[in-house]
């Protein structure tokens, strides 16, 4: 079966690609149709689909928000084709050529996706290329090695880990000078290039080559300094001056002081100040060499420039390991107010950098399928199958896969704060979004979960968040829960996911011009939350509350765009809808909402919306009454 269109071998690439192999049709039609209307779009990706189901079969499920792949269709992709049995040279010779090549569509949005994709598999396939030389260097398999070796060095020439393998072959096949003079020829590419150095353990395998007495190849990214952590440290760096001016250094000096501040209130992976590199810039020291020294697996370094009162900051956190930068922002604003900007900025860049680490870590855990996970390397996972859950509080499915990562968490650790705070998170979620029959123990026991948390470290801050939300929802007690959340922020002022927290129990304790400043800061903290939509849900109900329609309107329709399947966004987005006059969209929000939970009823809406102000229920059931929402 052939499939000619260059639209539906998109749209089959994005499914294959996407977690559970299912994307939103909104997201299909905008991405393959961006020059269309939304109806258009909409209307030209049933054709497609259609065309599709003609060549390929029964392979393809839709409903009315989402596509997938049929799980039961026996279609197979080779995108993702890697298992435990099978060996990394044989996954390797699935991808000969750059990764999606034949892939061709003239749309911006879906050029800016492929060319994220060919980044991350290319970066999938190194990670497997590598682990497969350190396994291949351990059992002396060179034809192995060179078999590895060539798709390495076709993604990246400088790859220090196919360097090393090559070194290794000719050093075992008697051609010393060989292996030298690879290490050479590489090092003066490195300083042409780069004004870079060989890594240190290159330098190391040369010098034992040299010295006839090669050691086992140690796994990618271990060094002995390191082992005196059990979690990958992240090195803070200094920030470059790129103005020149005395005051503009005083400017970034602060501004580093200020991230190492904030950095104080992030205790999921341990930290190196910048004071152990001598407060030196990125472009001061040679990155792999010196970081990798001090046992830092991710550094963190950035740069000023300042025109008049305006300032650009720009952040980049990169892998140790090879140098590659796994995100990089830019921040403006002025400095009328030195202070207030340094710490605004310093509490964006730490909240944005932590779900980066983390994600980088969980995919690299992901991939190598250790035989027995840590602690933390589990609860990792479970932040990784959070994000695959999606927008809102994601899904069922993922929720339970967590809860059953965390209990792993807890079999190794009965005294596993952070563990503990996750339990209370899952069933929360599950309370809140219908998942299960009994809710009220489905709560109990997040109440439960998060005072154990708090038993064990009361400066849990994530702990405090979560025992706010579990006495709102679950026992609809404000004070309390107004007082955890606070605590949350104090606790860690940096954390979006904290001024969420805060931010709803406000908003449903009668607050909503406090509840939008907490709201609001989320997005200032973290253009790219998470929980993107559950956080414009309160918005748009806060503005309600104020009568300012127009603005929940607008937070309704930017909330509804991103997860068009979220059910608690789509009762919030058809009450603010109706309120506002809008009665096309509410009926299509409940139409939608119908959909993702058939459910649906008023006892639902009253006894799972914990509204101090008995008006402020009222006017969230009034809506959804006018949208037809009750039937």
């Known amino acids: 079966m052939t499939v000619s269109s260059k639209r539906s071998r998109a749209l089959l690439a994005a499914l294959a690609l996407a977690p559970e192999n299912r994307v939103a049709r909104q997201t299909l039609a905008a ?33 009315a928000s989402c596509v997938c792949l049929c799980p039961d269709s026996g279609l ?5 084709d890697i298992r435990e049995d099978r060996p990394s040279g044989q996954v390797m010779d699935l991808f000969r050529g750059d990764p999606l090549e034949d892939l061709d569509l003239a749309s911006e949005p879906f050029e800016e996706w492929l060319a994220e994709q060919r980044r991350a598999l290319r970066a999938h396939l190194t990670d497997i290329a590598e682990s497969g030389l350190d396994v291949a260097a351990r059992k002396g398999d060179w034809s192995e090695i060179e078999r590895l070796v060539e798709p390495l060095l076709r993604m990246d020439p400088l790859n220090e880990k196919a360097i090393g393998g ?56 271990h060094r002995p300094e390191a082992a005196i952590f059990e979690r990958p440290p992240v ?9 020149g001016g005395e005051e503009d250094n005083a400017l970034a000096l602060g501004l580093a002081q200020e991230v190492r501040t904030s950095l104080c209130y992030w205790r999921w992976f341990p930290v190196i100040g910048p004071e ?14 010196d970081a990798a020294a001090l046992g830092a697996a991710y550094a963190v370094s950035g740069s000023l420039r300042r025109a ?56 690299r855990i992901a991939q190598r399928r250790p035989a027995d996970l840590s602690s933390w390397q589990l609860m990792l996972r479970a932040g990784d199958s959070e994000r695959r859950g999606g927008e809102g509080y994601g899904t069922r499915e993922t929720n339970e896969e967590q809860k059953r990562l965390v209990a792993q968490v807890l079999e190794k650790d009965p005294d596993h704060s952070r563990a503990w705070s996750w339990l209370a998170k899952c069933h929360w979620r599950e309370t809140l979004m219908g998942w299960v029959a009994d809710r009220d123990a489905a709560m109990n026991a997040s109440i439960d979960a998060s005072q154990r948390a708090l038993d064990i470290n009361p400066t849990d801050w994530e702990a405090r968040a979560y025992r706010a939300l579990t006495l709102l929802f679950g026992r609809w007690d404000h004070d309390p829960a107004e007082f955890h959340a606070a605590e949350a922020v104090r606790l860690n002022p940096s954390s979006a996911m904290a001024r969420h927290g805060y931010g709803c129990v406000l908003e449903n304790a009668g607050n909503p011009e406090a509840a939008l400043e907490q709201l609001n800061a989320v997005f200032r903290l973290d253009p790219n939350h998470p929980n993107t939509a559950g956080v414009l849900g309160d918005i748009s109900t806060c503005n309600v509350m104020l009568a300012r329609h127009d603005e929940a309107v607008q937070a309704a329709r930017r909330m509804l765009a991103l997860a068009p399947g979220y059910s608690r966004g789509l009762q919030r987005a058809a009450s603010a809808f109706a309120l506002a006059g809008e009665d096309g969209l509410a009926r299509e929000a409940v139409e939608k909402l119908f959909a993702a939970q058939p459910d649906f009823s008023e006892d639902y809406v009253r006894s ?22 009750f039937r």
């Open 308 to 363: 008049g009162q305006r300032v650009r900051i720009s952040v980049n956190l990169s892998s140790v390991t090879d140098g590659s930068v796994l995100w990089s922002q830019h921040f403006d604003g002025t400095i009328e107010d030195v202070f207030d900007f340094e710490e605004q900025v310093s509490r964006s860049i730490v909240a944005q950098i932590e779900p980066e680490v983390a994600r980088a870590e969980a995919s």
């Open 166 to 221: 090559l070194m290794r072959v000719a050093d075992a096949k008697g051609r010393k000078h060989d292996a030298l003079e690879l290490f050479e020829t590489h090092a003066r590419k490195l300083q042409a290039d780069y004004q870079a150095e060989p890594s240190i353990e290159l330098t190391a395998l040369r010098d034992e080559i040299a010295a006839n007495r090669l050691a086992p190849v140690m796994d990618r990214g």
């Open 608 to 629: 799972t919306y914990p509204f101090r102000e008995a008006e402020h229920l009222e006017m969230l059931v009034d809506g959804l009454r006018r949208a037809g929402a």
């Open 31 to 63: 991405m393959l149709w961006p020059d269309r209307s939304e109806s258009q779009a909409k209307a030209s990706l049933r054709q497609e689909l259609s065309a599709l189901r003609r060549v390929l079969g029964e392979v393809l499920e839709s409903d």
């Open 76 to 80: 197979q992709t080779d995108i993702w």
């Open 235 to 243: 090195l803070l760096l200094g920030f470059e001056n790129l103005g």
């Open 276 to 289: 152990a590199v001598g407060w030196k810039t990125a472009h001061e020291i040679d990155l792999r060499r």
